[in-house]
């Protein structure tokens, strides 16, 4: 009987027609572009703010120029520009030339990219399947500037105010702030997800009111880190304060001793900030302790901890003290950072800025005890070179980290290689703001304990070196440690 229904089956399907599997179409696709269609506010200084599409595969660059990627003004005109691809961003570039050259204020343009056979290609020189374009109008300021224009309607301020009465402060439309800005920032209508920073799966977050997280204590709203009226698309280098902040208000603060806290008087505050940390400083600092939402009542003075007169800190406010050091590609010993170099979403492609983490403290990656045992993804090494700081070879014989015996080269390599992991907090504190120990190191016998005296802190003596650092300059806790000078 099992075998009948074995033939029965067989005979059955053996007469069902067969759909065949296509295959997915071989030509390259756009899967983003700036501005985007229909945006309000687009900045006029393209080099500033310049026009851009990006594609999903490597392109041939020779057929990306001014004839497959054009702009034309509201009458028609063809503009004079100059196009560019760079084929590590599979990114095209479109400026007007030259350069100083700036698009009219509150004018509609549009934008062509031209495919098939006479268009762009790829690198196996297959087309874009058709031609594209798109419009948006200008503002009045050199960047993108997403929350204004009102100078041609004044209606647009309806979108997000109330007049005479509303439910939150400043009119807003919404019962908070956050769940108006949400209504764009969700990923819908604007380019940054800041919704999804705050979705399931965050275990540490700047606490925004409306947030439906555990532990959110709503002391805060996004107008108190933004100024929606001014936000525009600046990126600037470290430490200035991006577009995203422009006209944020701050604190900045004066010289001071090393390892001192200013005092409260003496912080001058700003109504528009020129540095991202003078944001920070606002909550994270002894500034206006009475405010109940302030942070440093339960949180650490970070302005203490950057201090530029601190024997060790990491260079936000000035230069670092550090002249030595093997980084990755991007950073050096000279770089200035920001916050957010270390505070935002450990995500790939996520909106910039501190708003929510999977990791503690709103970090985009582990620093805890485990640091340095075999995984790069951990919050050092997105600055310092994971190969030269925890690996045993790649840099064994290097002088360059500071760190550095003429006999055993790279002391790093060197004690991984004997230890077969060195842990960045056996050495160095676990805040990594600032101290005033040469080079972040801590001693076990420290006075500074928690936060900064790791649970698995070695170091019972230091004596800082030149450079060519021996078994005298430092004694540890763990003899067993020490067997490694042995040999």
């Not at 691809?85 to 031209?114: H, M, W």
Request: charged content about 15%.
């Amino acid at each position: 009987m099992k075998k009948f229904f074995q033939i029965i089956f067989m005979f059955f399907f053996s007469f069902l027609p067969i759909t065949p599997v296509m295959a997915a179409p071989d030509y390259p696709l756009i899967i983003n572009y700036r501005p985007l269609a229909g945006d309000q506010g687009a900045g006029i200084d393209t080099v500033k703010s310049p026009i851009t599409i990006t594609f999903d595969r490597p392109m041939n660059a020779a057929t990306i120029n001014t004839s497959t990627f054009y702009l034309k003004d509201s009458n028609n005109n063809l503009l004079n520009t100059t196009v560019t691809y760079d084929s590590n961003t599979r990114v095209a570039t479109l400026t007007l030339n030259p350069a100083s050259t700036k698009l009219n204020t509150n004018q509609v343009y549009t934008v062509f990219v031209i495919g098939g056979v006479s268009g762009i290609k790829d690198s196996n020189n297959n087309p874009l399947p058709g031609n594209f374009q798109w419009s948006f109008a200008t503002g009045t300021s050199d960047y993108f500037v997403p929350h204004r224009n009102y100078s041609t309607s004044t209606a647009k301020c309806g979108i997000c105010h109330q007049l005479h009465q509303a439910p939150e402060y400043r009119l807003v439309r919404n019962s908070s702030t956050s769940t108006l800005c949400f209504t764009c920032h969700d990923g819908s209508a604007s380019n940054y997800n800041i919704k999804s920073l705050f979705a399931a799966g965050t275990i540490s977050f700047h606490p925004v009111a409306g947030i439906s997280l555990a532990g959110n204590s709503d002391k805060l709203r996004c107008v108190d880190c933004h100024n929606p009226h001014n936000v525009n698309d600046n990126r600037p280098l470290a430490p200035a304060a991006s577009g995203a902040l422009s006209y944020s208000r701050g604190v900045a603060p004066p010289a001071r001793p090393a390892w001192s806290q200013v005092a409260e008087g003496d912080w001058n505050y700003k109504i528009s900030i020129s540095y991202q940390y003078e944001l920070c400083y606002r909550c994270h600092s002894t500034w206006d302790p009475a405010n109940p939402t302030h942070a440093a009542l339960t949180l650490r003075d970070i302005a203490r901890e950057f201090n530029p007169n601190n024997k060790a800190f990491h260079p936000v406010e000035a230069d670092s003290p550090n002249t030595k050091g093997i980084f990755v590609s991007g950073y050096s010993a000279s770089t200035r950072i920001f916050c957010t170099d270390c505070h935002g979403s450990p995500v790939s492609g996520a909106a910039r800025g501190p708003h929510g983490s999977t990791n503690v403290k709103i970090l985009k990656g582990l620093y805890d005890n485990n640091t340095g045992t075999g995984n790069s993804q951990h919050l050092c090494f997105r600055c310092h070179n994971y190969n030269a700081y925890a690996q045993r070879d790649p840099y064994r014989d290097s002088n360059l980290t500071g760190f550095y015996n003429s006999n055993r080269g790279n002391l790093h390599a060197y004690h991984t290689d004997k230890l077969n992991s060195i842990r960045c907090q056996y050495c160095h504190s676990a805040v990594v703001h600032g101290l005033n120990s040469n080079k972040h190191l801590i001693l076990n016998t420290s006075l500074e304990s928690n936060p900064y005296k790791s649970s698995i802190a070695k170091i019972t003596y230091y004596q800082e070196s030149s450079g060519n650092y021996s078994a005298n300059n430092c004694r540890v806790n763990d003899t067993n440690l020490c067997s490694a000078h042995s040999n």
